[in-house]
Structures are given as structure tokens and as C-alpha cells.
């Protein structure tokens, strides 16, 4: 495990297993995007793939035992993470897997360093279209923010203690990891005022999930024109439309998708000899 340190005082942890051509993985999860996220997915690319590549897993900020300042979520921000770890894992190109918010973290990155990505797979992608709306990804904030409202900062901090992963505890808000593992952070939470604080988790939910169909992160114009060998296994839930994998996989010139459900148990060694494959082709010599 190692932690690289941001120029914002945030603190980023990786992990890498393997060795090869580098494979950076961008958990599932939302807020909680961290390593361990893998272990509930289809297969764990850490355990699967690194008897091949040199597969880096890290923590996004403010998920797992990544801890960054209670301020707005910034993509150009997190891109800057996803770069540093690449940089101090020695990486100059990598492949990259992303699920879930993965997807809307790997288009930005793309769109933020081109160069230093070879290929990408985009698992179970999230996005807007017809079947959904940015309210299902607002309504995870909806509940902390009552708690703070209706409770105050101290019943914040105490979810947060209960259980700090997000996703499975909303009540504990965006900065939960933090909150449990850091005394001084909990007290600085703990003395907002709720409405700051509610205010704070508005700007992260709205920078998290902007209203931007249907990628959140790049345009249609943009999908148009990057070049980027890319996998895609479409999703087929209100955060993970399919109607979003189909899209991407018609419009990025150089994209595949996948021609089975990503998570059918029984296809589970297909999905990895498919991703291997993949990546293996677009391996530079």
C-alpha cells in the first residue's frame, strides 16, 4: 500500500500487484469508489489480471483510506489524483478499467491527458437518458443533509462512526471516511453550522453528478471524436441505463461492447478472457 500526498493536503492510496504493461483501475462504488469495491463486482481485476499487467488500484478521494479536505468535488481535481498515482507508480501509459463512476471518471481523464492512456473499460457506465434523471444520483445526499438538518453536526459525525461507507450509510455523508478515522477532521465537520453544511454537500453532490447528459463528464461530440480504443459493458439499471453503453459503444469510433450481460454469473470467465483479450490488443509493443 502506499499514500501519495496533494498539493491540496489530500492523501491518495494505491496499490499495485503484478507486473506488465500498467492497468489502472477506477473502482465502482460512487463516492465510495475504493479498491475493495472490486471484490462485489463481476471479478476483481487486481486478483484476475495481474498475472499479466501491473494492475494499480487506488482509493478516489474521500472513499477508503483516501482522505481529502471537506470541499465541492472537482473532476479536474480528481483527474490531477489519477495522474499522481500514475506518476509515482512509474507509469507513463496505462490502460485503464473503470465501473460504475468509473466511466465518468475515465472520459474525463481521456479528455485530460490523451497521451497516457492506451485503452479503456468502461464496465456497467453511469449516465442520463430517457429512463432516468440526475434526481436518482441526488437523492444518495438527500438523507445526511436531513440528519444535519434535523439532528445537527454531532448525529453527522456519529453515523459516520457507525459506518463509513457511504453507499451503504447515506446518513454519514461524503466526507465519512475521514470523519471515523480523523479526530481533528470530525471536530472541524462537527463545528459547521448545518446549513454550511448542506451547502457543502450540494456543491459535491452537484460536482459529482452534474447535470450534463449523457455522460456527465463529456458531450456527445466529444465521444464522437476520441479515438481511444475503448471496451464497453453496458449496465442496465436507473444509475447504469443500458441505453448508456449502447450509446457510447455506436458513438466512440474505436468502441466495442460487449455482446453479453457483464454480471451473468455464468459468463463470469467470458467477461475476463474478454477484458484480457482487449487489453492484451491494444497493448503497445
Known sequence: MTIIARPDGASIHYEVEGTGFPLLLI??????????????????P?????DEFRVIGMDQRHA???????TPFSYAQTAGDQLAVLDDAGARRAHVMGGCIGGAYIWNLIQAAPERIAAAVAQNPVGLNETNNVGVFYAMFNETMRVAKAEGM????????????????????????????????????????PEDYVALVVAFRDGMWPDKPPYFTATPEWMQSCTTPMLVAPGNDPFHPRGIGERIAREAPN???????????????????????????????
Not at 487486481?46 to 495481474?50: A, G, H, P
Open 154 to 193: 454531532k448525529a453527522v459525525t456519529a453515523a459516520a462512526i457507525q459506518n463509513s461507507l457511504f453507499m451503504a450509510n447515506n446518513a454519514a455523508g461524503p466526507f465519512a471516511p475521514r470523519i471515523a478515522n480523523d479526530p481533528a477532521f470530525r471536530a472541524e465537520i462537527e463545528a459547521m453550522a
Open 64 to 70: 477508503g483510506t483516501s482522505f481529502a479536505p471537506a
Open 255 to 285: 468502441a466495442t461492447m460487449l455482446p453479453f450481460q457483464w454480471n451473468d454469473p455464468d459468463r463470469r470467465q467470458d467477461f475476463i478472457d474478454t477484458v484480457r483479450t482487449f487489453l492484451r490488443a491494444q497493448t503497445p509493443a
Open 46 to 50: 487486481m486478483k484476475e489480471l495481474s
Open 27 to 44: 473502482a465502482p462504488g460512487g463516492v465510495s469508489s475504493q479498491v475493495e469495491f472490486w471484490d462485489q463486482s463481476a471479478f476483481n
